[in-house]
C-alpha cells in the first residue's frame, strides 16, 4: 500500500476524532469567508460611496486644494485632462466638477452649506450618489438655473419643486457674489448631515457666477473600474499627465485615502481588527489539529518502531504524517465549501437587514453604507483562504510528523 492510501486509512482509524477535526477545520473556513466577505462588500461599498459624493477614486486638483480649499484655488484645460485619461487603463471615466461653500436662502430662511456644480450632459446616477438618491423632480439642463437639493435642506428652506433659491458665495477674486436658481429635484442619501447642508449646481452657470472659464473647475473627478487597483492607475494617471502642461499653475493628483482620509482610516483600523480576529481562530483551529495528530502519533508509537525495524525509515515516517495532515486539510475544505457554500450564495443575493440594529444612522466616516449585510469575495481572497487554511493544517502536523521519525526503532518497541 501506498503512503496516501496508508495515511487515508490512518487518519479513519478514530472516525470521530478525524470528523470533529474536520469539522473544527470546515468552520474556520466558514468564519473566514464571513469575515473576509463581509470586510471585501463592505469596504468596496464605502470606498465607491466616498468617492461618488464628489471626489472620485482619484482626485486632480490645484496644489494645497485639499489642505484648504477655495475658489482662487482651480485647474485649468479640463477637457484636456479628460481627454488624456481614457487612454489609461483602468479609468472609466471622469468628471469636471467645482466645489465650494456657500449660503442658500429662500423667502423663508437661509442656512449655510455646500455645493457641487456638475455637467449634466455626462453626470449620470452610477458615479453620483445625488443623482442615484433623486427621489422627486430630475436632473436640470446644461445652460439652466436648475438646482437640486437635498430633502434635509429642503425642509429647513420650506422648498418644493419649482422654487426660487438663492446662493451667495465668493468668487476665484474674492468678491461675494450670489444667483438665483430654481429647484428642479431633491435627493435624499440617508445621510442628515449632507441633505441638509449640500446642493447640485450646473457647472456652466457657476463658472459664470465665480469667474471660471469654461475649461476651469475646482477638480476632476477620476473613476476607476476597481477600487482595488487605485495604487497602479494613480501612477499611470501622473505618469500621463506629466507628459502635458495642463496650466500655468500646479497641480496634485490624490487617491481616495488621501482626500477622504477618514474613511481610510476607518477602513485600515476595522480591516486590522478583521485580521487579529481571523488569526485568533486560525490559532484555536490548528491546536485543534495538532491535538488530532499529536495524540494520533502517540497512540502509535510501538507501530511505528515496528515498521522501523522492518526497514521503513524514519523520513518515511515523517511522511507518513505529514501526508495524514494533508488528508485532513481537505477533508476539511471539502467541509468547509459544502457548509459555506449556500450560506455564501444567500447573503450575496439577499443579504440580512440590520437597519433595525443601525438605527436610523446608515453611515460610517461620514459616508452611506449599506445596512444590508452582503458578502463577497474576490478570487484572490478565496485563494487566500483556502491556501491559508491549508498551510495551518500542514504546519500543525510537522512536530507529531517530527516526533514520530525520531523516536529509536527499541525504545518504540518498548512502549505499551
Not at 468678491?175 to 431633491?186: F, K, P
Not at 506629466?242 to 481610510?264: C, F, H, N, Y
Not at 504546519?395 to 518498548?414: D, H, I, M, N
Request: charged share 15%; aromatic share 8%.
Amino acid at each position: 500500500m501506498n503512503l496516501v492510501g496508508l495515511a487515508w486509512r490512518n487518519i479513519w482509524r478514530r472516525k470521530r476524532r478525524t470528523a470533529i477535526t474536520a469539522v473544527s477545520i470546515g468552520f474556520g473556513v466558514f468564519l473566514a469567508v464571513t469575515f473576509s466577505g463581509v470586510g471585501d462588500y463592505s469596504y468596496t461599498n464605502m470606498i465607491n460611496a466616498s468617492a461618488d459624493m464628489g471626489l472620485g477614486h482619484i482626485t486632480i486638483e490645484a496644489l494645497d486644494y485639499n489642505q484648504s480649499p477655495a475658489p482662487d484655488k482651480n485647474i485649468d484645460q479640463v477637457a484636456t485632462i479628460q481627454q488624456s485619461l481614457q487612454r489609461i487603463p483602468g479609468v472609466e471615466n471622469s468628471y469636471a466638477r467645482i466645489l465650494g461653500q456657500g449660503m442658500f436662502a429662500s423667502a423663508h430662511k437661509s442656512v449655510g452649506g455646500a455645493f457641487l456644480a456638475i455637467d449634466p450632459n455626462s453626470e449620470t446616477s452610477k458615479h453620483n450618489l445625488f443623482l442615484c438618491s433623486l427621489e422627486e423632480g430630475a436632473l436640470f439642463d446644461a445652460n439652466s438655473r436648475g438646482v437640486i437639493v437635498g430633502r434635509g435642506m429642503a425642509k429647513k428652506l420650506k422648498l418644493r419643486l419649482g422654487k426660487k433659491l438663492v446662493y451667495t458665495t465668493t468668487d476665484k477674486n474674492g468678491e461675494i457674489v450670489s444667483e438665483i436658481a430654481r429647484v428642479s429635484g431633491i435627493f435624499s442619501t440617508g445621510v442628515k448631515a449632507v441633505d441638509g447642508a449640500f446642493v447640485l449646481l450646473p457647472i456652466n452657470s457657476v463658472r459664470r457666477t465665480v469667474g471660471y472659464s469654461k475649461n476651469e473647475a475646482s477638480l476632476v473627478a477620476v473613476m476607476i473600474k476597481d477600487q482595488r487597483y487605485t495604487t497602479q492607475v494613480l501612477a499611470s494617471v501622473r505618469q500621463q499627465l506629466a507628459q502635458i502642461d495642463p496650466s500655468s499653475k500646479q497641480i496634485e493628483i490624490l487617491s481616495w485615502r488621501e482626500t477622504q482620509s477618514e474613511v481610510a482610516g476607518l477602513i485600515s483600523l476595522d480591516r486590522s481588527s478583521n485580521y487579529i480576529s481571523q488569526v485568533l481562530i486560525g490559532l484555536l483551529i490548528a491546536a485543534g489539529i495538532l491535538n488530532t495528530l499529536l495524540m494520533s502519533v502517540l497512540e502509535r508509537t510501538r507501530e511505528f518502531g515496528v515498521m522501523m525495524a522492518l526497514g521503513m525509515a524514519p523520513h518515511t515516517l515523517f511522511f507518513l504524517v505529514i501526508i495524514e495532515s494533508v488528508c485532513l486539510a481537505f477533508l476539511g475544505l471539502g467541509f468547509g465549501v459544502l457548509l459555506t457554500t449556500p450560506w455564501y450564495f444567500y447573503l450575496n443575493r439577499v443579504g440580512i437587514d440590520m437597519s433595525g440594529a443601525m438605527g436610523g444612522d446608515y453611515t460610517a466616516g461620514g459616508v452611506l453604507i449599506d445596512p444590508v449585510l452582503k458578502l463577497y469575495l474576490y478570487p484572490e481572497t478565496i485563494a487566500a483562504i483556502l491556501f491559508a487554511v491549508f498551510l495551518l493544517t500542514l504546519l500543525s502536523g510537522l512536530y507529531p510528523a517530527w516526533k514520530a521519525g525520531r523516536t529509536p526503532p527499541v525504545e518504540s518497541l518498548k512502549a505499551m
